[in-house]
């Protein structure tokens, strides 16, 4: 049975209120025993002080008949200081006086005077004739003080636990109810509270709520990283941990022992620039790239902290490639079919004018030309997907009246680099170089440079354009930033910016007005594997 949040606390209260009074009562009631019994101690010391000096006790103790006048002086003090009993006894331990007269002249009980009979003054607590009480047992001597010749014996009888808490019983009763009664009240307005700032959810649900939620987290196909405000972890799910378990094995993590090269640059753009840049950014962590997406915490429209999600770049570039080289060979085709059109319209109009030489000189010259391409990127590229579109992009430079040239020097070697990666940067960079070109430009003219092995990518794109304004040049890589104002322009070049981060790599802009752009892309690969 799920018992309320209320009904705990008010129990809870109802437990700790009786204790504490209980607890607190039965102190008081101890240091109250301990204050009378001092009290008393010195009082009694002191009355019975008072009778060993007085002459009629001095002279008339052990005595024939000494107790005739000892009994009523003993009384009559007794009376007027009201204690329990006076007892006077000589050195034989026979009483002198006791309120009890049948007492008299018998030994004294207790056994607790010996060292009186020493002239040792001092208290005693023993069980008398009258019952439990505080004995202070005064040495009498003789008027010099050379001998001793009794003991004056003053008690009180010692109130007992019981009579004190009987006594203060109904302040106890009152301390008991008045804090059940502020207990309970406060248990109710603490329960009130708790159940406001838990959106009146019980205990037990939030702990099932917290399972479902840390369950449905554990079964993500992502990675999923909490963060406080500090930059301190606060939770990562087991895909997550796997995708880091090349990095520090510490138990308290700070984002910055994952993301030690990239966080600062992640927060800036969170902070700064729409949430729509922080979807799916390129990180390299561990040798292997990731999409990594911030979403900032809010509650009550603070910040509280960061969420990181992770997806395993792997397969997804794999698909990627694919699809890209076979759109790539795809736009190859149609711009190729494009042209083809054009080059048999011209064949067939020059065999129709009975030139067949010419004719023949233009299949001989297309075939020279797109075989030697084609067998210079199979010999210099391994990667059929940046092959294919290399050649796309010559086919529609021909198409749009632009002269693409592709180094001789150019080469690619090697796995290290993503094939998607390399598609990216290389066609937003040629892209963006044919649409440098205004529409009265004659001469349109696009380098491109690329060489790239297991330890480095040198990729350089070259037009001869209208060139970027100084104010443009500051803004090309940002996110939606276009001069030409169109919608769904302004992201090629920051997805190349991105990707170039990821990999610590960097990119030059030289560019000058009616004279041309040239954008350099350098990356090489570093010792360490950490992001």
């Not at 099932?208 to 992502?222: F, G, P, T, Y």
């Not at 992640?266 to 390129?282: A, H, K």
Request: glycine share 8%.
């Amino acid at each position: 049975m799920n018992m309320s949040l209320r009904l705990k606390i008010v129990i809870m209260s109802f437990v700790v209120v009786v204790v504490s009074v209980m607890t607190s009562g039965w102190i008081m009631v101890n240091n109250i025993t301990d204050a009378f019994e001092k009290e008393i101690e010195e009082r009694a010391v002191a009355i019975a002080r008072t009778v060993a000096q007085m002459p009629d006790i001095r002279e008339h103790v052990g005595r024939q008949g000494g107790e005739t006048k000892i009994q009523p002086v003993a009384e009559n003090i007794r009376t007027a200081a009201n204690v329990d009993y006076i007892v006077i006894i000589d050195m034989n331990s026979i009483r002198y006086s006791h309120p009890s007269e049948e007492l008299i002249g018998k030994a004294f009980v207790g056994g607790d005077e010996q060292e009186a009979l020493a002239k040792k003054e001092y208290v005693s607590r023993a069980q008398g004739t009258l019952g439990n009480a505080i004995r202070a047992f005064v040495p009498i001597l003789t008027e010099d003080r050379d001998e001793q010749v009794g003991v004056a014996v003053v008690g009180i009888l010692a109130p007992t636990f019981h009579s004190i808490v009987a006594d203060y019983s109904n302040d106890l009763l009152f301390s008991l109810l008045w804090g059940l009664f502020i207990g309970l009240v406060g248990s109710f307005l603490l329960a009130h509270h708790i159940k406001k700032q838990t959106f009146g959810l019980e205990p037990y649900e939030i702990a099932k709520l917290a399972e479902e939620r840390s369950a449905v987290m554990q079964a993500m196909d992502i990675g999923i990283i909490a963060v406080d405000e500090e930059g301190q972890i606060t939770f990562m799910n087991s895909l997550a941990r796997q995708y880091i378990q090349g990095g520090n094995e510490k138990e308290s993590l700070h984002v910055k022992d994952i993301f030690p090269n990239s966080w600062e640059r992640l927060v800036q753009q969170l902070n700064q620039e729409r949430m729509e840049q922080l979807i799916n950014q390129n990180v390299v962590l561990f040798g292997k790239t990731y999409l990594l997406s911030l979403y900032p915490i809010e509650v009550k429209g603070k910040l509280v902290g960061t969420l990181l999600t992770m997806v395993d770049r792997t397969e997804a570039n794999r698909l990627a490639e694919e699809l890209t080289g076979v759109k790539a060979l795809v736009d190859a085709l149609r711009a190729q079919n494009h042209e083809y059109m054009n080059k048999l319209h011209s064949i067939a109009g020059l065999i129709q004018l009975e030139r067949t030489d010419e004719a023949l000189d233009v299949i001989l010259d297309e075939t020279e030309n797109e075989e030697s391409m084609i067998l210079f990127l199979k010999e210099r590229f391994t990667d059929y997907s940046l092959s294919g579109l290399l050649l796309g992009k010559r086919s529609r430079a021909r198409e749009l009246g632009i002269t693409l040239s592709i180094d001789p020097a150019s080469y690619l070697k090697g796995t290290y680099h993503s094939a998607g990666d390399l598609v990216t940067i290389t066609g937003n960079l040629i892209e963006n170089a044919f649409e440098a070109f205004g529409p009265q430009a004659k001469s349109r003219m696009v380098d491109c440079f690329i060489q790239g092995d297991d330890s480095h990518l040198y990729i350089k794109v070259k037009d001869n354009g209208k060139g970027i304004s100084p104010s443009d040049k500051e803004n090309i890589f940002t996110y939606g930033f276009s001069s030409k104002a169109k919608e769904g322009r302004g992201i090629g070049l920051a997805l190349v910016q991105q990707i170039v981060m990821a990999h610590h790599g960097e990119v030059k802009v030289e560019s000058e007005l009616n004279n041309g752009t040239e954008i350099t892309i350098k990356i090489t690969r570093r010792g360490t594997e950490h992001d």
